[in-house]
């Protein structure tokens, strides 16, 4: 079990470096090579790891398997998308965002896997725990989307601007585009995270946290959902389009993540008593 356990893992890696280096070499010229299908391996090498480490009876962190899951959670989520836009190739230059953010996801799971932790038999046996951590987990994978939407967009408009790589806008799919998927998405990851942080503040009632304000995560979280929320009523209200409404939303995403990160690492903030 140990063997496959690092085998499976092994081989996302490589095969998300490799969909990494496609992605990125496709941008100036042809590849023999399928980046898409060498995403979709290290995906499903990644779910096999995701399944072996669950079932190996070892007590990992809670914490792991909901950085690991979102890492193939986002992967999954552009290849159905990319699949699903297949007659417009362009959407398939984004993987030159999506296979980084994975590994950036996928390596912190890794790191963690290390740290053995008990609590994993304790959340699952709670459904509406369950519910909450399935439903963040979904809300921050679809805001991942989005945050590849505005890179891309931001991206694009830079390479309007600048003559000497004006060419590489052929790659890329066109701002209108990229700009109509970046608020659906934006929507439908607002929806589904206001339920994960409200189900959240309902199973914390009558706890105390670890510092007086109540889950850092959770207050980050509803930060990071205003700013969302502003550029949604903004677009829809005031117009805010383009450039300055990509980087304001993928600022609230930048929040999300640092708070994610940083409440499970530093003194372990997100823990009631």
Sequence with gaps: MNLAFHITALTAVLFYVGATALYLRSLWKRVSLSPRRFLAI????????????????????????????????????????????RPNSRFDSLGAFVSPLALFFFSISSVVFHFSDDSKSSWLDDPLLVFHVASTLIGI????????????????????????LH????????ISSLEFYRERFIIVGFLVLLVGV?????????????????????????????IYAF??????????RGRRAAILSFCGYLLMIFSLVGANFIENFHVYK
């Design 42 to 85: 290290g995906a499903v090498g990644h779910a096999l790891f995701i399944g072996l480490s669950f079932y190996s009876g070892e007590n990992y962190s809670s914490f792991s398997y909901f950085t690991s899951s979102l890492s193939l959670g986002i992967v999954a989520a552009y290849l159905f998308f990319s699949r699903s836009n």
């Design 141 to 164: 994978a679809v805001f991942s989307i989005a945050a590849i939407f505005s890179l891309a967009l931001i991206f694009q408009e830079t390479l309007l601007k600048n003559r000497s």
């Design 167 to 174: 060419t590489l806008t052929r790659k890329f799919p066109p």
């Design 198 to 226: 409200s189900t959240g503040f309902y199973l914390t009632s009558g706890k105390q946290s670890l510092i007086e304000l109540g889950d850092p995560l959770l207050l980050a979280s509803c930060f990071a959902l205003m």
């Design 231 to 240: 550029v949604i009523l903004a677009g829809k209200l005031k117009g805010l």
